[in-house]
């Protein structure tokens, strides 16, 4: 027996069950679900940046993208207003278009 104690995606009793294991699952309320969402988006971006090939870091993008809908549903934030703001920001900061890596400020 092994235990996960993480959050999983949807599906999973449905795998689980096809591979002929039996998973024991709760659900969680808003509180827990935003911690463990915030734990999940932190391993998506390791997995991300270890990624090797192109195709493992576009699939690990695709589920951070998952959990980035989530969060914002957990903050009544909808995907166009997710955008909108985003759009302020970079009018407000820029965007990182021209990838400036900052050495130092001098006073």
Do not use: C, W
Not at 66 to 86: F, P, T
């Amino acid at each position: 027996m092994a235990y996960y104690n993480k959050l999983v995606r949807d599906k999973i009793p449905e795998l689980l069950e096809l591979a002929g294991k039996k998973g024991t699952f709760r659900i969680l309320g808003d509180k827990e679900f935003e911690s463990e969402l915030k734990k999940k988006l932190i391993e998506g971006v390791k997995e991300f940046r270890d990624a090797r090939r192109s195709i493992d870091a576009v699939e690990e993008l695709a589920g951070l993208y998952e959990m980035l809908i989530e969060l914002s549903k957990l903050h009544q934030l909808s995907i166009r207003e997710m955008e909108e703001i985003r759009k302020e920001k970079v009018k407000k900061h820029g965007g990182y278009k021209e990838r400036l890596f900052l050495v130092k400020v001098e006073d």
